[in-house]
Structures are given as structure tokens and as C-alpha cells.
């Protein structure tokens, strides 16, 4: 017996580079998360080796595979590359039918997606010219503050309310930040009022789209639970978080990629 195909999405990002393999029926079969780094290509070539290994599987095991993200050239033996809006909205949709909206903060970018009800993008914003509102807004404050990336959301939500940050600009912002802690302001609050800053402007990236329940928030930032509290706020609605939120954008890649195995032309 031969051994079964799976089909792989690869997405270059530029802070992590994911992978996430399927088979025919769309099941995971394995994902895996590297960091980016200076080389995107050596980065993609990684990320599928180990997702095949925690699958099992050889290399020759993949039957397509499409390449998403900002490096998504980058990726060798790709079938395809894809656009992350057309593949988020995919793996949004594989992981519940009824999202209607995504918010995606990645670490370069912000975007917002509205699908219908085949997971089609009906419409989107993205925010590719300025790091405020994404995750290495977040990196460079948590440097600033010598604060743990993955401490910030707890702590932000245990401030008895916000600083305030005025600036949008992640160099300025940085100033105001070094400035409030000379004057003797909490961390916590500082951070609370990072977290509002990034949902201000990514809610304002939104509500050019239209948020309509179910909303999903997908990307690193998915996982600051100051920023997901702001956005439910925001949007006067839960926001679903998946398990992976990362691994989005490759999920919808590697369906994809068993479309077009199978001859279904279901790329917009």
C-alpha cells in the first residue's frame, strides 16, 4: 500500500514562519511554528521538515502544497502562493462556519476580513505601513519595559485603569512610555494603556470593514488577552480565539492546496 497524500500550507510571516499539513478529508495531521529569521527560504524549507516529522510522513508524502504570507515567493515546491487575506479567511472558516469576521495581528501587519457565509472575503483593510497596532509594536514596548511578550496581556488587565498613550507611533510611543515610568506610573497601566492604543487603532481598521458576530481573532496578538478584552469591548461582542491562532493562514494555505489537488479551482 502506498502511503496516503497529505497536503502542506506554508506561511511566511515576518516573525514566525507556520506550517500545518492535511489530509484528503481537510483533518490536521500536524503544524509547526520556527521563527522567520534572515532567511525566509531556509525558514519555510524548516518548518515543513518538522511538520512532517511530528506527522510521520516523508517529504514525498506531500501531494501540493501553497505558499501564503509576506514571504510566500520564498517557499520552494510550492504549487502556488496565495494571498494571507484569501487563506486567513479560509482557515477561519474551517474552524467555524459561522465567523463572519476576523481581525488578524500579526507581527508586521493588521488586517481585517469580512466573510459570507461560504468563508468568501466579502471585504478588507490592512494596515502594512506602520508597526503601531501590530505585534513588534509589542516587542519593542516589552523591551522597553523588560516585561515578558506573553506577560502583557495579564498584567494590562490587572491595571485599575489605563495610562494614557497618545502617540500611534511606535518610536514616539516608546518615548511616551520611558517618560510615564519617570514619573513614577505603574507598568501595569502603561500597559493597559498599550493594549488600548492597539485596539484603538485595529478597531478603527475594523469598523471600515464591518464587525458582525462571529468574530474571530487570529495571529500572535490573539493571544494578549489585554488587546482580545479591547476588542470585545470594541465590538460589543465575544471574540472566538482559536487554538492555534497562528497557524490560520497556513490551515486555509493547506486546504487550498487540497483543493487544487483535487481540481476544485476554489482560490478568489
Do not use: W
Not at 515567493?73 to 479560509?90: D, F
Not at 511578550?149 to 494590562?156: K, V
Not at 506610573?185 to 493594549?195: D, K, M, N, Q
Amino acid at each position: 500500500m502506498g502511503v496516503k497524500p497529505c497536503f502542506a500550507g506554508v506561511d511566511v510571516g515576518s516573525a514566525t514562519t507556520k506550517a500545518v499539513l492535511v489530509d484528503a478529508d481537510g483533518a490536521v495531521l500536524a503544524h509547526a511554528l520556527l521563527p522567520s529569521g534572515g532567511n525566509l527560504a531556509a525558514a519555510a524549507d524548516a518548518v515543513v521538515a518538522k511538520a512532517l516529522a511530528d506527522a510521520g510522513l516523508a517529504r514525498d508524502a506531500i501531494a501540493a502544497l501553497i505558499s501564503t504570507g509576506y514571504g510566500r515567493e520564498n517557499v520552494a515546491g510550492r504549487l502556488k502562493a496565495v494571498t494571507e487575506i484569501t487563506c486567513h479567511a479560509r482557515g477561519a472558516h474551517a474552524l467555524n462556519p459561522g465567523v463572519r469576521a476576523v481581525i488578524d495581528i500579526g507581527g508586521q501587519d493588521s488586517k481585517a476580513i469580512a466573510l459570507d457565509a461560504k468563508g468568501m472575503v466579502k471585504k478588507f483593510e490592512m494596515n502594512d505601513k506602520c508597526a503601531a497596532g501590530t505585534g513588534r509594536f509589542l516587542e519593542v514596548m516589552a523591551r522597553t519595559l523588560d516585561v515578558d511578550l506573553a506577560a502583557i496581556g495579564p498584567l494590562a488587565l490587572t491595571a485599575d485603569a489605563p495610562a494614557r498613550i497618545s502617540s500611534t507611533c511606535t518610536v514616539f510611543a516608546e518615548s511616551e512610555v520611558i517618560s510615564l515610568l519617570a514619573k513614577g506610573e505603574s507598568v501595569p497601566r502603561i500597559l493597559a494603556g498599550l493594549c488600548a492604543a492597539i485596539t484603538q487603532r485595529v478597531y478603527a481598521l475594523a469598523s471600515r470593514v464591518g464587525m458582525a458576530p462571529v468574530l474571530m481573532m487570529t495571529g500572535g496578538v490573539a493571544k494578549n488577552s489585554g488587546v482580545v478584552r479591547g476588542i470585545e469591548q470594541a465590538a460589543g461582542m465575544p471574540v472566538v480565539i482559536p487554538e492555534e491562532p497562528q497557524t490560520v493562514g497556513a490551515l486555509g494555505a493547506a486546504l487550498y492546496a487540497r483543493d487544487a489537488a483535487e481540481n476544485k479551482n476554489t482560490i478568489q
